[in-house]
């Protein structure tokens, strides 16, 4: 089925790790983006890419890198993993500009201890 | 500063009875609204949406209310289902040019009661 795909779908991890989430779509959508869901605070958005080849900060940036490879993957790398990043991690895509059908990934929810 | 926010973490409600979920927001900016629905393990997937040219739109079972000078919305479910039992989440965005960022409340837990 077409849509967005994230891998790992789970991940222990231990302070100071570092590791990539990978997830890539199959839509032919220009923009992706990286959001958290931590209990009680919805999802916030990490870092976005509006089209290949750029990258933004969102609103919780801080302790993570991203990169769009091609139209199709987005990469979220943390490079020295800490607790507070305990979370569970949502890759998203839409076509582009005035679309608003944000595509979902499955998640993954990373641990760190 | 939370700018999306749904006050009800949970909300129980018997089954073919009106399900109503509350969203209120802070930025004047906001010009466009959207209601998720997540179950567990899986994404969030869209439900329904509103401009703010409107105060209301209706998909089915699904009708979403906006008040603008109260900066307040609300999906209304008519009837409830078993199958509606998820996470709901209200988002918003508008204000800045050329993005498509949205911002996301905290969620409410809906159970339907047989």
């Known amino acids: 089925n077409a849509g967005v795909t994230q891998t790992p779908k789970f991940q222990v991890l231990k302070t100071g790790q570092s590791m990539t989430l990978q997830c890539a779509q199959d839509?032919?959508?220009?923009?992706m983006y990286w959001y958290r869901q931590d209990p009680g605070m919805g999802l916030r958005l990490i870092y976005y890419?509006?089209?290949?080849?750029?990258?933004d900060k969102g609103e919780v940036p801080n302790g993570y890198n991203v990169s769009r490879l091609n139209k199709r993957e987005f990469s979220l790398r943390l490079e020295s993993a800490a607790p507070s990043q305990t979370s569970v991690y949502f890759c998203a895509s839409t076509p582009g500009w005035g679309d608003w059908g944000y595509t979902f990934g499955s998640g993954t929810r990373l641990t760190v201890v | 500063d939370q700018q999306v926010k749904q006050n009800s973490p949970s909300l129980s409600v018997q089954e073919g009875r009106i399900s109503i979920l509350n969203c209120d927001y802070t930025?004047?900016?906001?010009?466009?609204f959207l209601w998720y629905k997540k179950y567990p393990a899986e994404g969030p997937t869209f439900l329904i949406s509103i401009s703010s040219i409107k105060d209301k739109n209706e998909d089915g079972r699904f009708t979403v209310f906006l008040n603008k000078s109260a900066k307040h919305l609300s999906l209304h479910i008519v009837p409830s289902q078993p199958g509606d039992s998820a996470v709901y989440f209200c988002?918003?965005?508008?204000?800045?040019?050329?993005?498509?960022?949205?911002?996301f409340g905290q969620g409410t837990r809906l159970t339907i009661n047989p």
């Open positions: 930025n004047s900016m906001f010009d466009y």
């Open positions: 890419s509006a089209s290949e080849g750029t990258t």
């Open positions: 988002a918003a965005s508008g204000g800045e040019k050329g993005a498509q960022k949205l911002v």
């Open positions: 839509m032919n959508h220009n923009s």
